[in-house]
């Protein structure tokens, strides 16, 4: 028996059909699933109101071009994704701004730090290590820093970014795995174990030890 949400035609809410006659409801259920976590994946890279913009746009592009989508290629959230990767990119000069005005706060947060109380000082260390964090991600090319943030701030497993990106699984394992090296060569102040809490167990910055 198919589910209330299934579609005619559906493998199932992750990989659903939607070449039918009327998309509303299947486009209408991946909203609904997809749109939230996409805007604050979003508004991370390129601030709130780029990433509602961005939004809108991805679901109209993924509306436009439903018959490219196929559910035996992946799943519809790694398709999403995808097309919002690509917008994304016409993004880049904002993003890199960003993130290098975000690291230029490093000395002056270590600055503030000395002199004042545990507490005061705990939170200035944290957004010392966000700023670091920052001026190692404005380092990384275009490519690497989509790979990384769709694994650590995205949440998509390595699979699925490499469904999002259209590039073989084994790519994307290697990118990470150079990622990594870059960073511990590059931003130490980010692969200690001071930020322990910001790095995965391969090392790799934002989603944490599972």
Known sequence: MKKDH???GSRGPDRPDLDGPDPAPVFGMLFDAHAAPLQRYLARRVGVETAHDLVAETFLVALRRRETYRPEAGTARAWLYGIATNLLRHHVRTETRALNATARLAAAERSVSAGHDGRVAERVD????????AGALAGLSVADRDTLLLVSWAGLEPGEVAEALGIPAGTVRSRLHRIRRWL???APEVTTQSTKDDLNEEGIPGRGRR
Do not use: I, S
Not at 126 to 133: C, E, P, S, T
């Open 6 to 8: 299934e579609q005619p």
């Open 126 to 133: 944290a957004q010392l290590r966000a700023a670091q964090l």
């Open 184 to 186: 511990r060569a590059n």
